[in-house]
Structures are given as structure tokens and as C-alpha cells.
């Protein structure tokens, strides 16, 4: 799995998605790393779309499904 940065954000360092199995992985700035399960491949997107504030903008909606701390 390729992370891939998200300068844009203060909040997430990387991210990257597995679309065999729908999952969102977040590398945060704290250190962090999360998997999300059963995400949509456009949410994903939306975060890494290049646009301001994108864990303002997706944060609320990707934390609805299951999730785990895996680092």
C-alpha cells in the first residue's frame, strides 16, 4: 500500500486506499496511522483532491465507519 502525502492538510501527514476491500488508511500528523473499512473510493478522493482543509471536509464522514489504529 502507497501512501500518498496530503500537504494541504493540517491534520493528515498521508493517505491511501485499497479498493479491493474499500479500505482508507490515514497516516496523521500526530503519528497516527488508521484503517478505515468499507469506505466509498470517492471519499477517499475528496480527500486527496488538492483542495484546503481536506480532513475538515471529510473527517466527520470517514470516521462513520469502522475503523482501527494500526501504528
Do not use: C
Amino acid at each position: 500500500m502507497n501512501l500518498v502525502p496530503v500537504p494541504q492538510s493540517t491534520n493528515v501527514h498521508a493517505a491511501g486506499y485499497n479498493a479491493a476491500t474499500s479500505t482508507l488508511y490515514a497516516q496523521f500528523k500526530n503519528g497516527g496511522t488508521y484503517e478505515y473499512h468499507g469506505v466509498p473510493q470517492s471519499l477517499f478522493q475528496e480527500l486527496t483532491d488538492g483542495m484546503p482543509n481536506p480532513w475538515t471536509r471529510t473527517g466527520g464522514r470517514i470516521r462513520q465507519y469502522r475503523y482501527r489504529k494500526i501504528a
